[in-house]
């Protein structure tokens, strides 16, 4: 072994068969259609993969599945669709709005529900507010949240309008928000006023002050005030979610 090979010592051998309700209520029902369907994507790619885009809503439907040669390719390139619409308006669409699509739990023990309606609603406001402030296709947004249910709002809501959102994980301090806000020079920042992180309060608000001492490019701080915390406010640049 060389110097610099990484070597497995994790061996795990037994296996887990799902109980027969499971596998009946389940896409793939069976280990045989699983290996089935896997054959097929390394034999027929193309053709696998085409079968799996049916399941998507698609504003324009691709007429070639894959284009190019190793390592350019492309997917689907003459295909157009969202995915904030395939994750929530086909689903209400299809009479389902009243089914839960996210279920919370904080770690202070509270606990909130949201429906698929509930959800796209939410949603749809957000991608107005970041429309409202200026945003467009290929702008990018830095997401600093703990773990709310308005995190997976805001990057819905993202990927509604077509910005890029970075997800800074909100357990790093204020360089590694500066850092990864200019390296995709991202102009609004998502945040909220405190994030619980075993058993502390993560001062969300503030590392984002401090981070974007250096950060140019950033004309807008979104605050989801989650606990109504004391944080400092720049006029003309904070916004109340």
Same mark, same amino acid.
């Given at each position: 072994?060389?110097?610099? &090979?990484?070597? &497995?010592?994790?061996?795990?051998? %037994?296996? /887990?068969?799902?109980?027969?309700?499971?596998?009946?209520?389940?896409?793939?029902? &069976?280990?045989?259609? $699983?290996?089935? *369907?896997?054959?097929?994507?390394?034999?027929?790619?193309?053709? @696998?993969?085409?079968?799996?885009?049916?399941?998507?809503?698609? /504003?324009?439907?691709?007429?070639?599945?894959?284009?190019?040669?190793?390592? #350019?390719?492309?997917? /689907?390139?003459?295909?157009?669709?969202?995915?904030? $619409?395939?994750?929530? #308006?086909?689903?209400?669409?299809?009479?389902?709005?009243?089914?839960?699509?996210?279920? @919370?739990?904080?770690?202070?023990?509270?606990?909130?529900? +949201?429906? $698929?309606?509930?959800?796209?609603?939410?949603?749809?406001?957000?991608?107005?507010?970041?429309? =409202?402030?200026?945003?467009?296709?290929?702008?990018?947004?830095?997401? $600093?949240?703990?773990?709310?249910?308005?995190?997976?709002?805001?990057? *819905?809501?993202?990927?509604?309008?077509?910005?890029?959102?970075?997800?800074? @994980?909100?357990? /790093?301090?204020?360089?590694?928000? %500066?850092?990864?806000?200019?390296?995709?020079?991202?102009?609004?920042?998502?945040?909220?006023?405190? =994030?619980?992180?075993?058993?502390?309060?993560?001062? +969300?608000?503030?590392?984002?002050?401090?981070? *974007?001492?250096?950060?140019? &490019?950033?004309?807008?701080? +979104?605050? @989801?005030?989650?606990?109504?915390?004391?944080?400092?406010?720049?006029?003309? %640049? #904070? +916004?109340?979610?």
């Amino acid at each position: 072994m060389s110097e610099h &090979s990484i070597e &497995s010592v994790s061996k795990e051998a %037994r296996t /887990f068969e799902p109980s027969a309700e499971f596998s009946r209520r389940a896409r793939i029902t &069976s280990r045989a259609k $699983y290996d089935e *369907l896997y054959q097929q994507s390394i034999a027929q790619p193309e053709l @696998f993969w085409a079968e799996q885009a049916k399941t998507l809503h698609w /504003f324009t439907p691709p007429s070639k599945v894959l284009s190019g040669s190793l390592p #350019d390719v492309k997917w /689907f390139e003459d295909g157009t669709l969202n995915a904030s $619409y395939n994750c929530l #308006d086909r689903h209400v669409a299809e009479g389902k709005g009243d089914k839960i699509a996210l279920s @919370f739990e904080g770690e202070p023990g509270d606990k909130r529900t +949201l429906t $698929y309606a509930q959800l796209l609603a939410q949603t749809s406001k957000l991608a107005n507010v970041l429309l =409202g402030l200026g945003l467009e296709k290929g702008d990018r947004v830095a997401i $600093y949240m703990g773990m709310v249910p308005e995190a997976a709002i805001a990057m *819905l809501a993202c990927a509604r309008i077509g910005a890029i959102h970075s997800v800074v @994980f909100g357990g /790093f301090a204020a360089e590694a928000i %500066r850092d990864r806000v200019n390296d995709q020079q991202a102009s609004l920042v998502i945040t909220q006023d405190g =994030g619980h992180r075993r058993g502390q309060l993560v001062p +969300l608000k503030d590392n984002v002050d401090r981070a *974007l001492e250096q950060c140019p &490019s950033v004309k807008n701080v +979104l605050v @989801f005030k989650r606990y109504g915390n004391p944080t400092a406010w720049k006029e003309g %640049r #904070d +916004l109340d979610w």
